[in-house]
Protein backbone atom coordinates (compact mmCIF):
# COMPACT_ATOMS: atom_id res chain seq x y z
CA UNK A 1 0.00 0.00 0.00
CA UNK A 2 1.08 3.23 -1.20
CA UNK A 3 0.61 6.35 1.38
CA UNK A 4 0.80 9.88 1.52
CA UNK A 5 0.69 12.24 4.31
CA UNK A 6 -0.34 15.80 3.76
CA UNK A 7 0.12 16.99 7.42
CA UNK A 8 2.82 16.34 9.86
CA UNK A 9 0.58 14.89 12.52
CA UNK A 10 -0.32 12.00 9.87
CA UNK A 11 3.07 11.35 8.85
CA UNK A 12 4.07 10.65 12.56
CA UNK A 13 1.31 8.56 12.90
CA UNK A 14 1.98 6.41 10.21
CA UNK A 15 5.55 6.10 11.34
CA UNK A 16 4.28 4.98 14.51
CA UNK A 17 2.39 2.21 13.14
CA UNK A 18 5.58 1.07 11.33
CA UNK A 19 4.58 2.05 8.18
CA UNK A 20 7.35 4.67 7.09
CA UNK A 21 8.44 2.44 4.51
CA UNK A 22 5.02 3.37 2.52
CA UNK A 23 4.94 6.46 2.79
CA UNK A 24 5.49 7.72 -1.06
CA UNK A 25 4.79 11.82 0.22
CA UNK A 26 4.84 14.06 2.65
CA UNK A 27 5.11 17.66 3.26
CA UNK A 28 7.77 20.39 3.55
CA UNK A 29 7.12 20.24 7.14
CA UNK A 30 7.23 16.50 8.17
CA UNK A 31 10.48 16.24 10.43
CA UNK A 32 9.90 13.66 12.81
CA UNK A 33 10.65 11.26 13.08
CA UNK A 34 14.31 11.93 11.54
CA UNK A 35 13.46 9.09 8.99
CA UNK A 36 10.62 11.61 7.31
CA UNK A 37 12.66 14.13 5.72
CA UNK A 38 14.17 11.84 3.54
CA UNK A 39 10.64 11.13 2.02
CA UNK A 40 9.96 12.89 -1.15
CA UNK A 41 7.99 16.36 -0.69
CA UNK A 42 4.20 16.51 -2.00
CA UNK A 43 2.87 19.00 -0.77
CA UNK A 44 4.72 22.38 0.52
CA UNK A 45 3.91 25.96 1.85
CA UNK A 46 2.54 28.77 -0.37
CA UNK A 47 3.43 31.43 1.86
CA UNK A 48 6.31 33.43 0.68
CA UNK A 49 9.80 31.77 1.51
CA UNK A 50 13.32 33.18 2.10
CA UNK A 51 13.76 35.48 5.20
CA UNK A 52 11.74 34.39 8.45
CA UNK A 53 8.71 36.07 8.81
CA UNK A 54 7.39 38.05 12.00
CA UNK A 55 4.02 36.72 13.70
CA UNK A 56 2.25 39.73 12.21
CA UNK A 57 4.15 38.97 8.99
CA UNK A 58 2.73 35.40 8.52
CA UNK A 59 -0.89 35.98 9.99
CA UNK A 60 -1.07 38.68 7.05
CA UNK A 61 0.15 36.45 4.37
CA UNK A 62 -2.16 33.95 5.41
CA UNK A 63 -5.15 36.13 6.21
CA UNK A 64 -4.56 37.75 2.11
CA UNK A 65 -4.63 34.91 0.27
CA UNK A 66 -7.61 33.10 2.28
CA UNK A 67 -9.24 36.17 1.44
CA UNK A 68 -8.93 35.87 -2.87
CA UNK A 69 -9.35 32.24 -2.09
CA UNK A 70 -5.66 31.09 -2.62
CA UNK A 71 -4.46 27.68 -1.15
CA UNK A 72 -2.14 28.21 1.55
CA UNK A 73 -0.78 24.80 0.45
CA UNK A 74 0.27 23.73 -3.00
CA UNK A 75 0.66 19.92 -4.28
CA UNK A 76 2.91 18.12 -6.21
CA UNK A 77 0.68 16.47 -9.05
CA UNK A 78 3.30 15.22 -11.48
CA UNK A 79 4.59 13.50 -7.81
CA UNK A 80 0.98 12.39 -7.39
CA UNK A 81 0.63 11.04 -10.87
CA UNK A 82 3.83 9.17 -10.92
CA UNK A 83 3.33 7.83 -7.50
CA UNK A 84 -0.58 6.79 -7.71
CA UNK A 85 -0.80 6.58 -3.84
CA UNK A 86 -3.52 3.75 -2.28
CA UNK A 87 -4.42 6.61 0.60
CA UNK A 88 -3.88 10.09 1.20
CA UNK A 89 -4.38 11.49 4.60
CA UNK A 90 -5.25 14.81 5.37
CA UNK A 91 -7.73 17.18 7.26
CA UNK A 92 -10.36 19.68 7.27
CA UNK A 93 -9.50 20.85 10.83
CA UNK A 94 -8.14 23.91 9.99
CA UNK A 95 -7.73 25.97 6.57
CA UNK A 96 -4.07 27.03 7.97
CA UNK A 97 -2.46 23.83 8.99
CA UNK A 98 -2.91 21.34 5.06
CA UNK A 99 -4.61 20.80 2.44
CA UNK A 100 -8.33 20.29 2.38
CA UNK A 101 -9.29 17.01 1.05
CA UNK A 102 -11.79 18.56 -1.32
CA UNK A 103 -8.69 20.11 -3.31
CA UNK A 104 -6.99 16.88 -2.58
CA UNK A 105 -10.07 14.51 -4.35
CA UNK A 106 -10.24 17.72 -7.20
CA UNK A 107 -6.35 16.97 -7.82
CA UNK A 108 -6.72 13.00 -7.94
CA UNK A 109 -10.10 13.63 -10.37
CA UNK A 110 -7.66 16.20 -12.57
CA UNK A 111 -5.05 13.19 -12.49
CA UNK A 112 -7.54 10.28 -13.42
CA UNK A 113 -6.90 8.58 -9.94
CA UNK A 114 -10.37 8.34 -8.46
CA UNK A 115 -10.17 5.12 -6.43
CA UNK A 116 -7.60 6.35 -4.22
CA UNK A 117 -8.85 6.69 -0.64
CA UNK A 118 -8.78 10.42 0.99
CA UNK A 119 -9.22 10.34 4.83
CA UNK A 120 -9.72 13.61 6.63
CA UNK A 121 -8.16 13.65 10.34
CA UNK A 122 -10.24 16.21 12.24
CA UNK A 123 -9.65 15.61 16.31
CA UNK A 124 -10.98 18.47 18.33
CA UNK A 125 -9.66 16.76 21.54
CA UNK A 126 -7.55 14.24 23.40
CA UNK A 127 -9.40 11.39 22.93
CA UNK A 128 -10.60 12.01 18.99
CA UNK A 129 -6.52 12.23 18.99
CA UNK A 130 -6.02 8.77 20.06
CA UNK A 131 -9.47 7.66 17.50
CA UNK A 132 -7.80 8.89 14.72
CA UNK A 133 -5.11 6.32 15.51
CA UNK A 134 -7.46 4.28 15.62
CA UNK A 135 -8.97 4.87 12.59
CA UNK A 136 -5.88 5.01 10.90
CA UNK A 137 -4.44 2.06 11.70
CA UNK A 138 -7.90 0.44 10.79
CA UNK A 139 -7.18 1.31 7.55
CA UNK A 140 -3.85 0.75 6.81
CA UNK A 141 -3.82 -3.15 8.31
CA UNK A 142 -2.10 -2.06 11.86
CA UNK A 143 -5.24 -2.40 13.83
CA UNK A 144 -3.77 -4.22 16.54
CA UNK A 145 -0.38 -1.83 16.93
CA UNK A 146 -2.87 0.86 17.00
CA UNK A 147 -4.69 -0.02 19.66
CA UNK A 148 -1.95 -0.72 21.95
CA UNK A 149 -0.69 2.80 21.01
CA UNK A 150 -3.49 4.48 21.84
CA UNK A 151 -4.16 2.66 25.15
CA UNK A 152 -0.65 3.68 26.25
CA UNK A 153 -1.80 6.87 25.32
CA UNK A 154 -4.68 7.18 26.93
CA UNK A 155 -3.04 5.55 30.36
CA UNK A 156 -0.06 8.22 30.49
CA UNK A 157 -3.13 10.99 30.13
CA UNK A 158 -5.31 9.06 33.00
CA UNK A 159 -1.77 9.24 35.06
CA UNK A 160 -1.73 13.09 34.64
CA UNK A 161 -4.75 13.65 35.72
CA UNK A 162 -4.35 11.28 38.65
CA UNK A 163 -1.84 13.02 40.10
CA UNK A 164 -3.65 16.53 39.10
CA UNK A 165 -6.17 15.91 41.19
CA UNK A 166 -4.32 15.98 44.34
CA UNK A 167 -3.10 19.91 44.08
CA UNK A 168 -4.31 23.47 43.84
CA UNK A 169 -6.06 24.56 40.79
CA UNK A 170 -4.24 27.55 38.86
CA UNK A 171 -5.22 29.87 36.42
CA UNK A 172 -3.83 29.46 33.15
CA UNK A 173 -3.42 30.85 29.54
CA UNK A 174 -2.46 29.09 26.57
CA UNK A 175 -0.99 32.05 23.84
CA UNK A 176 -1.03 29.83 20.78
CA UNK A 177 -0.25 33.52 18.50
CA UNK A 178 0.64 36.49 19.78
CA UNK A 179 0.31 38.83 16.95
CA UNK A 180 -2.38 39.12 16.93
CA UNK A 181 -2.86 37.19 20.05
CA UNK A 182 -5.12 34.05 19.97
CA UNK A 183 -6.24 31.73 23.36
CA UNK A 184 -5.20 28.05 22.30
CA UNK A 185 -8.11 25.89 21.03
CA UNK A 186 -9.54 22.35 20.05
CA UNK A 187 -7.17 19.78 22.44
CA UNK A 188 -5.37 22.84 24.53
CA UNK A 189 -8.05 23.59 26.70
CA UNK A 190 -8.52 20.24 27.79
CA UNK A 191 -4.86 19.69 28.23
CA UNK A 192 -5.19 23.19 30.61
CA UNK A 193 -7.80 21.15 32.86
CA UNK A 194 -5.87 18.12 32.53
CA UNK A 195 -3.13 19.37 34.41
CA UNK A 196 -5.28 20.55 37.17
CA UNK A 197 -5.67 24.19 36.02
CA UNK A 198 -8.41 26.26 35.16
CA UNK A 199 -7.83 27.41 31.00
CA UNK A 200 -8.76 30.81 30.21
CA UNK A 201 -10.59 32.63 27.51
CA UNK A 202 -11.35 29.56 25.25
CA UNK A 203 -13.58 26.48 25.67
CA UNK A 204 -13.00 22.45 25.16
CA UNK A 205 -13.41 21.46 21.54
CA UNK A 206 -13.93 24.89 20.36
CA UNK A 207 -11.07 26.58 17.36
CA UNK A 208 -8.28 28.95 18.66
CA UNK A 209 -10.01 32.21 18.67
CA UNK A 210 -8.50 35.82 18.85
CA UNK A 211 -8.31 37.69 21.70
CA UNK A 212 -7.81 41.03 23.11
CA UNK A 213 -4.51 42.06 25.09
CA UNK A 214 -6.50 43.34 27.40
CA UNK A 215 -8.56 40.60 27.64
CA UNK A 216 -5.62 38.42 29.04
CA UNK A 217 -4.50 40.73 31.22
CA UNK A 218 -8.31 40.90 33.18
CA UNK A 219 -8.35 37.22 32.90
CA UNK A 220 -5.56 37.32 35.72
CA UNK A 221 -3.54 34.05 34.10
CA UNK A 222 -1.18 32.72 36.84
CA UNK A 223 0.46 30.84 34.58
CA UNK A 224 0.94 31.85 30.92
CA UNK A 225 2.43 29.20 28.40
CA UNK A 226 3.22 30.44 24.80
CA UNK A 227 2.65 27.86 22.45
CA UNK A 228 2.87 29.65 18.61
CA UNK A 229 1.28 27.53 16.04
CA UNK A 230 4.22 26.13 14.04
CA UNK A 231 7.34 27.69 16.55
CA UNK A 232 9.92 25.18 17.94
CA UNK A 233 11.15 26.38 21.09
CA UNK A 234 14.34 28.99 19.89
CA UNK A 235 12.02 30.90 17.48
CA UNK A 236 9.16 30.84 20.42
CA UNK A 237 11.34 32.04 22.95
CA UNK A 238 12.71 34.73 21.01
CA UNK A 239 9.32 35.76 20.26
CA UNK A 240 8.21 35.44 23.92
CA UNK A 241 10.88 37.75 25.13
CA UNK A 242 8.93 40.45 23.31
CA UNK A 243 5.55 39.94 24.54
CA UNK A 244 7.43 41.28 28.27
CA UNK A 245 7.21 45.12 26.20
CA UNK A 246 3.62 45.23 26.14
CA UNK A 247 2.01 46.73 29.42
CA UNK A 248 -1.17 44.18 29.53
CA UNK A 249 1.00 40.97 29.33
CA UNK A 250 3.93 42.52 31.98
CA UNK A 251 0.96 43.18 34.54
CA UNK A 252 -0.65 39.80 34.23
CA UNK A 253 0.43 38.02 37.84
CA UNK A 254 2.35 35.00 35.80
CA UNK A 255 4.47 37.45 34.08
CA UNK A 256 5.24 39.66 37.58
CA UNK A 257 5.94 36.05 39.30
CA UNK A 258 8.25 34.94 36.65
CA UNK A 259 5.56 31.51 35.38
CA UNK A 260 5.58 32.25 31.66
CA UNK A 261 7.01 29.89 29.73
CA UNK A 262 8.04 29.41 25.77
CA UNK A 263 7.60 25.33 24.81
CA UNK A 264 7.94 23.38 21.32
CA UNK A 265 4.64 23.83 20.05
CA UNK A 266 5.67 22.32 16.71
CA UNK A 267 6.69 19.08 18.32
CA UNK A 268 4.18 18.59 21.73
CA UNK A 269 1.06 20.76 20.79
CA UNK A 270 0.27 22.03 17.59
CA UNK A 271 0.42 18.85 15.90
CA UNK A 272 -2.89 16.16 16.90
CA UNK A 273 -0.38 13.06 17.35
CA UNK A 274 0.99 10.83 20.07
CA UNK A 275 3.70 13.65 21.22
CA UNK A 276 0.61 15.47 22.09
CA UNK A 277 0.64 13.25 25.38
CA UNK A 278 4.34 14.61 25.72
CA UNK A 279 3.35 18.56 25.46
CA UNK A 280 0.52 17.27 28.08
CA UNK A 281 3.38 15.95 30.46
CA UNK A 282 5.49 19.27 29.88
CA UNK A 283 2.30 21.44 30.44
CA UNK A 284 1.55 19.62 33.93
CA UNK A 285 5.26 20.42 35.24
CA UNK A 286 5.19 24.57 34.00
CA UNK A 287 1.80 24.51 36.27
CA UNK A 288 3.17 21.71 39.18
CA UNK A 289 6.39 21.46 39.21
CA UNK A 290 6.11 20.33 42.17
CA UNK A 291 4.13 17.45 41.42
CA UNK A 292 5.68 16.45 37.89
CA UNK A 293 9.06 15.33 36.91
CA UNK A 294 10.78 18.05 34.94
CA UNK A 295 10.48 17.52 30.96
CA UNK A 296 13.61 16.59 28.84
CA UNK A 297 16.14 20.06 27.92
CA UNK A 298 14.89 22.07 25.07
CA UNK A 299 11.39 21.05 25.34
CA UNK A 300 10.24 24.14 27.56
CA UNK A 301 11.87 27.38 28.73
CA UNK A 302 10.92 29.86 31.13
CA UNK A 303 10.97 33.49 29.98
CA UNK A 304 11.53 36.95 32.18
CA UNK A 305 13.27 39.57 32.33
Known sequence: MKIASLLPSATEIVFALGLGDSLVGVTDECDFPAEAVTKPVICRSALPQ??????????????????????????????????????LLTQDLCRVCA??????????????????????????SLEDVFGTIETVGKLLGRSEEAAEL???LRSRVARVKEISMRVPTIRVFALEWSDPPFAGGHWVPEMVEAVGAMNLLNEKGQPSREVAWH??????PEVIVFMPCGYYLEEAEEEGERLFDLPYFAETPAARNG???????TSYFSRPGPRLVDGLEILAWAVHPEAFAEPPARTIARLGR
Open 50 to 87: GRPLSAAEIDGAVRERLAVGQPLYLLDEDLLRREQPDV
Open 99 to 124: VPSGQVREALDRLGLPDAQVLSLDPH
Open 150 to 152: AAS
Open 215 to 220: EIAEAG
Open 259 to 265: NVFAVDA
